[in-house]
């Protein structure tokens, strides 16, 4: 008698294995002016997609019995984050175009949108793109698909933390 066959992570749910995994890409870039010299760490992020990254109840942990604020916060979370194919795209593009490397935390599906994870990113703490102005002077944004000649066929921005005061222009060749 043969062996069973494995059934694949998320078959069950009618999800593929790739479709269950989303990326936090960052880079580590160096400070190359003001008094916090070292290195700048971007989390680079997608600010708006034109339609939802995917189905919301099998991304999000509890979805269903989440109040309509907290979906909503949910879904911008998720949304910010890049697909498999996203995020090997973005890395392909920054690495020829600026010669910056990037790294990546990977999540698997589905997420707490309710329990604090300051490593990745989720839970309680706000998408990147929808800062209080009280967390703007902490929290900068470089806007990568505002560059000229960006090629990406969707946006992808950066935030990193003012404590080092990068110059404005912080991607080399942009």
Excluded: Q
């Amino acid at each position: 008698m043969p062996a069973p066959v494995p059934i694949p992570p998320g078959a069950a749910t009618g999800t593929s294995a790739s479709d269950r995994k989303l990326y936090l890409p960052y880079s580590v870039l160096p400070a190359l002016v003001g008094p916090g010299r070292g290195k700048i760490t971007f989390h680079w992020f997608i600010p708006e997609r034109s339609e939802p990254i995917g189905d919301y109840t099998k991304l999000i942990l509890g979805y269903r019995g989440l109040t309509e604020v907290a979906c909503a916060r949910a879904e911008r979370l998720v949304n910010e984050l890049f697909r498999e194919e996203e995020f090997h795209l973005f890395r392909s593009y920054l690495e020829a175009r600026h010669g910056v490397e990037v790294r990546t935390g990977m999540l698997t599906t589905p997420l707490t949108s309710v329990k604090p994870d300051t490593s990745t990113r989720l839970g309680t703490l706000r998408p990147w793109h929808s800062l209080d102005a009280e967390d703007a002077s902490e929290i900068l944004i470089h806007k990568l698909s505002d560059e000229s000649n960006y090629t990406l066929p969707f946006t992808v921005w950066g935030a990193y933390l003012s404590t080092t005061r990068p110059p404005r222009n912080v991607i080399a060749g942009g």
